[in-house]
């Protein structure tokens, strides 16, 4: 059975998440805790770990500060017309958002980065809410950044203004992103009973921003012996904010066929365009 239906979320009731987020901070803490530990180990895993993490805390104050001493920056370009965007997409492994003259120093940090499709830049194109060649509206600029920080497929985002290039009328912009590592996988096996599972996952497949998961079951105790799931998502659909999942599941006692049209509404903002 094929299913399709549209749907766009227009409000959403916050309710207070605090305790949750806590925990959540928590959790995070505890397993960045256990990877500094390994990292520090002298074992082929622990030399992995130190080479391709960075666990050097970031000042999230002074950041903060920064960001709204930038955004306070951006008003006096409002409505200005986009004269040029340049993009630039870093790789996962051994480059810096913060300083683009960083580059991979060891092999394991090359090597990932060689098994990484990194971002196209039309796709970073796409999540931008200011064109070329129009003019900038208010928050373009702030929510943009926003919007890029929340793909999933992405780990950081600046949009910086070329203040040597502005002119009283126009405006040069520059925006740089920095990606995940987006491939991984998981998987389990029962020595005793031959039961396995395994599941695979890329949220940027051929760095066209396209995630797409299967899990494969086998030796089952029940009519079949194996079960597939797969699914498939895409974002930004012709340049909109229109996302389209398509997820197919052969199991014992569930099958399914869907098909989904969305507007996530996390994306939605009041600079959003309309559809």
């Known amino acids: 059975m094929l299913l399709a239906s549209v749907g766009v979320c227009q409000a959403q009731v916050q309710s207070d998440s605090t305790q949750v987020d806590s925990v959540k901070q ?14 520090e ?7 992995v770990l130190k080479a391709l993490l960075d666990f050097d805390p970031v000042n999230e104050e002074a950041y903060g500060q920064n960001a709204e001493l930038i955004h306070k920056e951006y008003e006096k370009h409002n409505y200005k017309v986009v004269r040029r965007i ?9 480059y810096s958002i913060n300083d683009t003259s960083k580059a991979p120093d060891n092999f394991f940090k090359k090597a990932g980065n060689v098994l990484h499709v990194k ?6 194109r796409n999540k931008l809410l200011f064109r070329k060649n129009e003019p900038l509206k208010p928050l373009d600029l702030i929510e943009s950044e926003r919007l890029l920080r929340q793909t999933k497929h992405i780990l950081d985002a600046r949009i910086i203004v070329n ?9 040069d912009i520059f925006v740089l992103t920095k990606d995940i590592f987006s491939l991984g996988g998981s998987g389990s096996y029962s020595l005793s009973s031959g039961k396995g599972r395994v599941s695979l996952r890329e949220l940027n497949f051929l760095g066209q921003a396209h995630q797409v998961q299967g899990t494969y079951k086998f030796n089952l105790d029940r009519p079949r012996p194996w079960e597939v799931a797969g699914f498939y998502t895409v974002e930004n659909i012709g340049r909109t904010y229109v996302t389209a999942d398509v997820a197919y599941v052969n199991e014992n006692y569930y099958k399914e066929k869907a098909l989904l049209f969305r507007v996530p509404s996390s994306l939605l903002t009041p600079n959003t365009p309309a559809l």
């Open 26 to 39: 928590s959790f995070d803490a505890s397993i960045i805790a256990n990877l500094k530990q390994m990292s």
């Open 163 to 171: 203040e040597e290039t502005t002119t009283n009328d126009s405006v």
């Open 41 to 47: 180990r002298k074992t082929i895993v622990g030399k």
């Open 119 to 124: 971002t196209g830049r039309g796709e970073v």
């Open 86 to 94: 340049d993009i630039m997409t870093l790789d996962a492994f051994g």
